[in-house]
């Protein structure tokens, strides 16, 4: 990859002293060169529809796997360098507050104590009043990024006009009814009819199995579909709870 109008590597002079002054940020846009700015030159560029920099590398030790995740409502696929990563970008596709995301999109560097330092926050995303948020995993056990990042990055999000949010993947119950969902993210086939027989069960909460059998669809087909429509939020349930075959359920 080529790379315009900066290598990235910061010359000793510009020492930074651990406010975020002076970052230096890489991100390549679609099929095209690696660009180099300062973080106020990330004002207005839409991260949250890039890949990632360069796809991240497995290495020895590394707690998780890289997986590409194909978003269900648009034509994107989001590299995520860890199973952490894999379950909030679930999440994010699950959550229809969120347009657009993406995994590592934008790398920061900076010196500091004489050495240069290199991150990728977790995620860019926009939501849907068009607001872009830097999303990063808060480590496990703690409740805050270590102190120098966390300057760092709210230095750029504020050059950059983002919001900072720290937050953790799904997990417990939420993030294995998530996990199951998932697979029925992308429709198939004319669900139309059959998606209305369902609605029309599901007026009153009842139970998944109960509302299919309600509907006139043999169990297997109804199941399948119910659980698509879980995911697309025309039917709604406690996600708290365990999604088992009698789950509560009800119509948008």
Known sequence: MRT???????????AVPGTGQGVVALYREPYGPVHSCDASGLRGVA?????????????QGRKGIITYWPVATREQTVVCGSLRQWRLAVELDFEPAWAAFSAGAVELRWRTGGRLRRWRPDFLARTTGGVREVLVLKPSGRESL???????I????????????????????????LGWLAGYRFPEGDEDGQGRALLEAFREP??????????????LTGLDLAYRMLWQRRLLFDIARPLLPDAVAWTA
């Open 154 to 177: 709210e230095e750029v999000a504020r050059a950059a006009g983002w919001r900072v949010r720290q937050v953790r993947e799904p997990a417990g119950v939420r993030g294995r009814n």
């Open 4 to 14: 315009v109008r900066a290598p990235g590597d910061l010359p000793d002079s510009e």
């Open 206 to 219: 009842m139970g998944l199995r109960a509302g299919v059998a309600a509907s006139g669809l043999d169990e």
């Open 146 to 152: 270590p102190s120098v990042r966390l300057q760092v």
């Open 47 to 59: 991260l949250e529809e890039f890949g990632p920099v360069s796809e991240p590398v497995p290495y």
